[in-house]
């Protein structure tokens, strides 16, 4: 199993961090056939989408349509493609995704995806270009807000959620919000971290 986890904290060695590698550890403790990466965003050159709509417009049969920016992108697309499983870590900031994260994540929509899904009386909704069947978990952390008021500010889970899954054909088998994490700390999420990456074996 190749394991990609992507990290959209800016900073290293916090809570966003610890808990993605606590579910390393859950992923391992199942898996002894496990290649794991993980992907810190805030190290790599990845530009804004332009919104050329090269990648959109693609009709290659390829799992994976040119992108018209050239930056770490390049590399991080191979990485993604490999990937049997994946780890989405982000903090919420204004209850979304950091913008590091959003970044990522619209660099890989069309890339991956094409508009051929229609839903409802939508056309062009994205699919996946690839019929690679994948599973993701996601951590999302939040410094002040508890977990009882997390509908109000969580919007980020739903948002990876759906990319995951229209983009990359992966199938979300457990999130956790890690709320009020300055009063609460990040020991007290460790147990449940541990758990969901056993969920992705």
């Known amino acids: 199993m190749n394991l990609l986890a992507i990290v959209g904290s800016p ?9 993605v590698d606590k579910s390393i550890e859950g992923v391992k403790s199942k898996s002894s056939n496990c290649n794991v990466k993980k992907l810190h965003l805030a190290d790599h050159n990845i530009k804004f989408c332009q919104n050329c709509l090269a990648c959109r417009d693609s009709k290659s049969e390829e799992p994976v349509a040119k992108c018209s920016i050239h930056d770490d992108m390049d590399l991080i697309r191979e990485d993604v493609l490999k990937s049997d499983s994946l780890i989405f870590g982000t903090p919420v900031h204004m209850g979304y995704v950091t913008s590091i994260m959003m970044n990522f994540l619209e660099r890989i929509c069309w890339t991956f995806a094409k ?4 839903i409802l009386t939508i ?12 599973k993701a978990i996601i951590i999302v952390i939040s410094g002040i807000v508890p977990p009882l008021y997390r509908r109000f500010c969580d919007d980020a889970t739903k948002l990876i959620k759906r990319t995951a ?7 979300t088998v457990g999130d ?12 007290y ?8 990456g056993r969920k992705l074996v």
């Not at 508009?115 to 229609?118: A, L, Q, V």
């Open 176 to 187: 956790m919000y890690a709320g009020d994490i300055e009063h609460r700390g990040v020991d």
């Open 165 to 171: 899954n229209d983009s990359l054909n992966a199938k």
């Open 115 to 118: 508009p051929e899904r229609k």
């Open 11 to 19: 900073r290293k060695g916090k809570a966003t961090d610890t808990l």
């Open 189 to 196: 999420y460790l147990g449940r971290a541990f758990n969901l």
């Open 123 to 134: 056309n062009g909704c994205p699919m996946p270009r690839s019929n690679k069947k994948r």
